[in-house]
């Protein structure tokens, strides 16, 4: 299973979910990082320093930060969606496609109307 970090807007529902589906989640309150407005860049070399992938709904930042730092441990944005469950779901099926996460950035979208 993977080792994230979710950055300290993401959702803590959703966290736990993803805790439930066996992945190791480190979160930003967690680790001792909320409140403090750490820089995205800070966040996304923090989450390397832990081996981990970033959660994000941050998909400006962390897609600009993707293209200046290719060789990070990944990094997840997401869409946010009201239906945690769905989102926790359509993230673990995006992790468990992908043999590794380092230096790809995956994008998590809501679904479209057919799904």
Do not use: W
Request: proline content about 3%; charged content about 25%.
């Amino acid at each position: 299973m993977a080792r994230l970090y979710a950055d300290e807007d993401f959702s803590r529902p959703v966290v736990e979910l993803l805790i439930a589906f066996g992945h190791d989640v480190l979160t930003a309150q967690d680790a001792g990082n909320a409140g403090q407005r750490i820089p995205d860049d800070e966040v996304l070399a923090f989450a390397v320093s832990q081996k981990r992938t970033v959660l994000t709904f941050n998909r400006r930042d962390f897609l600009r930060l993707h293209n200046l730092y290719p060789e990070h441990t990944g990094i997840i944005i997401c869409t946010e969606d009201l239906n945690r469950e769905r989102l926790a779901i359509r993230i673990n099926e995006a992790i468990s496609s992908e043999k590794i996460l380092t230096g790809k950035l995956m994008r998590v979208n809501l679904p479209t109307e057919n799904q």
